[in-house]
T-cell receptor, first 120, second 112 residues
Framework: GAVVSQHPSWVICKSGTSVKIECRSLDFQATTMFWYRQFPKQSLMLMATSNEGSKATYEQGVEKDKFLINHASLTLSTLTVTSAHPEDSSFYIC????????????????FGPGTRLTVL | GEDVEQSLFLSVREGDSSVINCTYTDSSSTYLYWYKQEPGAGLQLLTYIFSNMDMKQDQRLTVLLNKKDKHLSLRIADTQTGDSAIYFCAESVMDSSYKLIFGSGTRLLVRP
């Protein structure tokens, strides 16, 4: 159980276009989903926290108009990189917090496999 | 603010034990986690420890927590070549966000 998927797994786009990345929790409901980006050989940097039915909370330095997050249901969050530029090229990873186990014996985030975005 | 630090690289021989260390700053963290990342992939949760525990063992993995020194370690017994990966420790932030703060990652190389 506790599987998180991301789609697409990789995408190449032209500069100036927008790209949407989906994050789905397949076998559990996620009250909260998180979006990270990871540069080569670096750690994960939290971009934003996405709560179902409310606006996302962005980390300092992350442009909310650039990285649009929508959490329309308990199993789906989307990240749209608007007007992408080469410096947005990165590995984007989402995670989902399990609604059932949260606050009880464990509070665990399950990670998706990541989406590699390359902007030409 | 919160900060998590790890050594960047560890090389061991197959069959030996590996010990990956991590220090953190937020003494109010409830959970501390170890994740594994293989090349080009997402993160796999290996194990976690609740902050009121000193040790947790799960098959080949042993987690030690020294809360006084804010030091966390992951020991992998009988390390195999398939264990070669990047290992991240993470601490949970004690507010309503439930977000994780990750260390820089330790690249483990297992030599045959």
């Amino acid at each position: 159980g506790a599987v998180v998927s991301q789609h697409p797994s990789w995408v190449i786009c032209k500069s100036g276009t927008s790209v949407k990345i989906e994050c789905r929790s397949l076998d559990f409901q996620a009250t909260t989903m998180f979006w990270y980006r990871q540069f080569p050989k670096q750690s994960l940097m939290l971009m934003a926290t996405s709560n179902e039915g409310s606006k996302a909370t962005y980390e300092q330095g992350v442009e909310k108009d650039k990285f649009l997050i929508n959490h329309a249901s308990l199993t789906l969050s989307t990240l749209t990189v608007t007007s992408a530029h080469p410096e947005d090229s990165s590995f984007y990873i989402c995670s989902a917090r399990d609604r059932v186990t949260s606050g009880f014996s464990t509070d665990t985030q399950y990670f998706g496999p990541g989406t590699r975005l390359t902007v030409l | 603010g919160e900060d998590v630090e790890q050594s960047l690289f560890l090389s061991v021989r197959e069959g030996d034990s590996s010990v990956i260390n991590c220090t953190y700053t937020d003494s109010s963290s409830t959970y501390l986690y170890w994740y594994k990342q293989e090349p080009g992939a997402g993160l796999q949760l290996l194990t976690y420890i609740f902050s009121n525990m000193d040790m947790k063992q799960d098959q080949r993995l042993t987690v030690l927590l020294n809360k006084k020194d804010k030091h966390l370690s992951l020991r992998i017994a009988d390390t195999q070549t398939g264990d070669s990966a990047i290992y991240f420790c993470a601490e949970s932030v004690m507010d309503s966000s439930y977000k994780l703060i990750f260390g820089s990652g330790t690249r483990l190389l297992v030599r045959p």
